[in-house]
């Protein structure tokens, strides 16, 4: 390899920043989402979710749904530059009965965006979001958004953080007032006061007035109880704080902690320009081979996400590939490695929500959208030269079971090819009865409004109305030896079997007690939670 082109893959890695947001609903994810796009200068206008008939529908959520009720269900990528820096912003369902979704994306992040609300601290989807975090072995940064609004104590905020999470935390900047008397943050990266006006509803960069800590202004522009508040608890903070430790910033074992507004765009800008500082830039990947650095000359990446019909005018179907070594120039052909095909990749795009524009030239830490003609699974691993599979995707157990029925004969081939598509996205889980008399698909689901998907899916795009029958289970556990094992076994009770996408068995119990009564009747029996992967290796993390 030329030592031209090493270089240019150094310097493509090194401006490279890529991270997912993860919050509960309701926590301004959206939001924030769109406020970083505005200083990226990729929008010139952010759109407020709820969304007024007047204003902008926020760019990253494109699924009529989503406009609909205000809230994110699929995930997209959004890809900014920002101060010589590539920014790959992975943007992941708000919604918990997504959190298989958003498991994949951090699959395909070097870092996560914690997003708080300020009144409401850590919420259940953030705990599970965290975890999922912490298995991954991210890094993590916390934004605690909505300060204009009345909200916790920032001290009580850092120590729930501590205390409930395992995790340090080392507060960037410190929040001056909060509510209707929030003024601004104190920087402590750079020792100065940012004080804030607001503007219309944050739909355009904020204007700050910096003042130096030392300046006798401060005084003036503060109110004295105010002033007297921030100085009392900075001297608390750097009295008896913890030093930032990137190190352990790196490992996930510490946060550093952001306080601001998104909708009124406080803090926004300080946030964006320390993680440029602070964050990860693209690493190694584990994978058959041993780990893959970013910088390995030959090209790999692998498929986190399928997505159909984002542009409903074409029918496509669009691969999120996370690049993970070498540099991807349009039109190459790669080998698949689960199939051992080889594949041109042709009309390679960068994303941006629904927009895209095809792309020439992309490198580790950026993610592309490939036109899928049904030859990627999610976990595949496509690549140049010596043969390497990534770590695959695994499939969590499902808590919801209903058969799907269609009821019109005539719909028939639309039903079939939209659930097909649909499996395939990993929209829904899908399985069969094992008694092939029972010839109507079984949803999987996480929660609920993963059915609501499918069937508002199913209707718009693909034209076909459904019926849903729910099953009375909520645990599904996968054989880990097979039909074979099954059979050794005989008869089982309190359970019934089916079969996943990829016929594999799957036992289904209508709780835990009966799966726990099971267990204790055949201990020789293995159990999963968890789906074995499909294409690449088995997670080691799990």
């Not at 920002?82 to 395909?108: K, M, V, W």
Request: net charge negative; charged share 25%.
């Amino acid at each position: 390899m030329s030592t031209e082109f090493q270089a240019e893959l150094q310097t493509a890695v090194e401006r490279r920043r890529n991270f997912a947001i993860i919050s509960h609903p309701d926590a301004g994810k959206t939001t924030l989402t769109e406020k970083l796009l505005l200083y990226g200068g990729a929008i010139h206008q952010a759109g407020a979710v709820k969304a007024r008939r007047a204003q902008r529908h926020a760019t990253s959520d494109w699924m009529e749904m989503e406009q609909q009720r205000g809230i994110s269900i699929t995930s997209t990528v959004l890809q900014f530059a920002y101060q010589d820096c590539q920014i790959n912003l992975l943007d992941t369902p708000g919604h918990q009965d997504f959190s298989e979704d958003t498991y994949r994306t951090l699959a395909a992040a070097d870092n996560a965006v914690m997003l708080i609300d300020a009144a409401k601290g850590l919420e259940p989807q953030t705990r599970k979001l965290f975890e999922v975090c912490r298995m991954r072995g991210l890094p993590i940064f916390t934004f605690v958004n909505k300060l204009d609004r009345p909200g916790r104590e920032p001290l009580e905020l850092l120590d729930e953080i501590e205390q409930e999470l395992g995790l340090q935390t080392y507060a960037v900047n410190w929040p001056i007032g909060m509510g209707d008397r929030f003024k601004g943050v104190f920087d402590r990266r750079s020792r100065q006061v940012h004080l804030f006006e607001r503007s219309a509803h944050g739909q355009r960069e904020a204007i700050d007035t910096v003042v130096e800590l030392g300046d006798s202004r401060i005084e003036e522009l503060l109110e004295q109880e105010l002033f007297y508040q921030f100085k009392d608890d900075l001297e608390l903070l750097e009295g008896l704080g913890p030093e930032l430790d990137l190190e352990l910033v790196h490992q996930g074992k510490m946060t550093p902690v952001f306080f601001g507004s998104a909708m009124t765009n406080f803090g926004v800008e300080l946030f964006l320009n320390a993680f440029l500082d602070y964050a990860l830039k693209p690493g190694s990947h584990a994978s058959s081979q041993g780990e893959i650095s970013p910088t390995y000359p030959e090209f790999s990446g692998f498929v986190f996400k399928l997505q159909a019909n984002m542009d409903p005018k074409h029918r496509d179907r669009v691969a999120f590939i996370r690049i993970c070594s070498g540099k991807f120039e349009k039109d190459m052909t790669v080998n698949h490695a689960r199939t051992g095909k080889i594949v041109r990749l042709s009309r390679p795009q960068k994303l941006f929500a629904q927009d895209r524009e095809v792309i020439d030239e992309a490198y580790p830490g950026d993610v592309i959208g490939l036109n899928n003609p049904g030859v990627f699974a999610i976990g595949d691993t496509i690549y140049v030269g010596q043969k390497l599979e990534y770590e695959g995707i695994p499939y969590f157990s499902p808590e919801l079971f209903a058969y799907l029925r269609n009821p019109n004969p005539s719909k028939f081939k639309q039903f079939r090819k939209g659930v097909s598509e649909l499996q395939e996205e990993g929209a829904v889980q899908i399985m069969y009865s094992a008694d092939e008399s029972k010839r109507d698909p079984i949803l999987a689901a996480v929660g609920q409004l993963q059915f609501e998907v499918v069937q508002f899916r199913l209707q718009n795009e693909y034209g076909v109305e459904t019926q849903l029958d729910l099953l009375p289970y909520s645990v599904a556990r996968w054989v880990e030896d097979g039909w074979e094992a099954l059979e050794k076994v005989g008869r089982l009770f309190n359970t019934v079997t089916v079969k996943d996408g990829w016929n594999r068995p799957v036992l289904l119990f209508r709780n835990e007690w009966n799966l726990n009564q099971m267990q204790a009747d055949h201990p020789e029996l293995k159990l999963n939670a968890i789906a074995p992967v499909v294409s690449g290796r088995e997670p080691v993390s799990l």
